[in-house]
Nanobody, 125 residues
Framework: QVQLVESGGGLVQAGGSLRLSCAAS???????MGWFRQPPGKERDFVAA????????MYTDSVKGRFTISRDNAKNTVYLQMNNLKPDETAVYFC???????????????????WGQGTQVTVSS
């Protein structure tokens, strides 16, 4: 059974940093992973994704240069380092995985088969 558990969220001031973690269990090693976020009252949107072997990443334009997605396949964990956070990035952040071994990074939600419960990130101004 596949489970994804996010951690690392919290309250941070604008300009600050957080590192989110997504620990996966089950046969998820080398599956593509993605991070999405849902601000209050809004739809869930793509943030970043990483391929199954970690060799390819993609980001939504607004986070390029500030966020970094990475993975440690030995630990079956994906990370999202978030720097210079902005108040409008307050959201619940979700990780997701696509059950395609060594698959490509993807930005569409429909590509992902399993989702975590999310972790709250609040950025104060």
């Amino acid at each position: 059974q596949v489970q994804l558990v996010e951690s690392g969220g919290g309250l941070v001031q604008a300009g600050g940093s957080l590192r989110l973690s997504c620990a996966a269990s089950g046969r998820t090693r080398y599956w593509p992973m993605g991070w999405f976020r849902q601000p209050p009252g809004k739809e869930r949107d793509f943030v970043a994704a990483i391929s199954g072997n970690g060799g390819s990443t993609m980001y939504t334009d607004s986070v390029k240069g500030r966020f970094t997605i990475s993975r440690d396949n030995a630990k079956n964990t994906v990370y999202l380092q978030m720097n210079n956070l902005k108040p409008d990035e307050t959201a619940v952040y979700f990780c997701a995985t696509d059950r395609t071994p060594l698959g490509a990074a993807r930005r569409t939600q429909a590509s992902y088969d399993y989702w975590g419960q999310g972790t709250q990130v609040t950025v104060s101004s």
